[in-house]
């Protein structure tokens, strides 16, 4: 598929130099004098490596093929985690590295989408929330109530977050997976 730069969104797929990057900032710029042209920040997909680059306005782009699965997280053994497919249970692995920042909120069970491009994992996109147990933390001391202050609390997947005061062990909390930050409190 062929799209123009007046199609760019945050998150589109686009191929480059043949390899797949997604767009993380984009700007339409439309000078005085001269053609339009549209400023971009790209994420390489397998690399992660990030590509500031610039197209004029009308350029087409190609959209790469990247096959998306619904696979369940099964375990974790050393540096790798096992997923299964939904669909045909077959059981892949992905490396740490790989996973970046969603390791952090991944726990047993969970349904997660992995990608997958010309037949190699390059990743996996996650839920933008995530609610998640409160496995450690300090008790928050009564009459303790200033304002904004937050305290470490360990999740039940090993990951620690800033939460407020008032949250204690065993509470369920919201997290956003795209920041790390702690939403709310959710009810059990």
Known sequence: MIIDTTEFRKGLRVLQDNEPFTIVEFQHVKPGKGGAFVRTRLKSLITGNVLDKTFRSGDKMEVPDIEEKQMQFLYREGSNYYF??????????????????????LKESMVITVLFYKGRTIG??????VSLLVAQTEPGIKGDTAQNATKPAVLETGH??????????????????????????VQK
């Open 124 to 129: 996996v996109d996650m839920q933008n929330f």
């Open 160 to 185: 620690t977050v800033q939460v407020p005061l008032f949250v204690e062990e065993g509470d369920m909390v919201k997290i956003d997976t795209r920041t790390g930050a702690y939403i709310e409190r």
């Open 84 to 105: 299964m497919d939904e669909a045909t249970y077959d059981q892949i692995f992905i490396e740490e590295k790989s996973l970046g920042d969603t390791k952090n909120y």
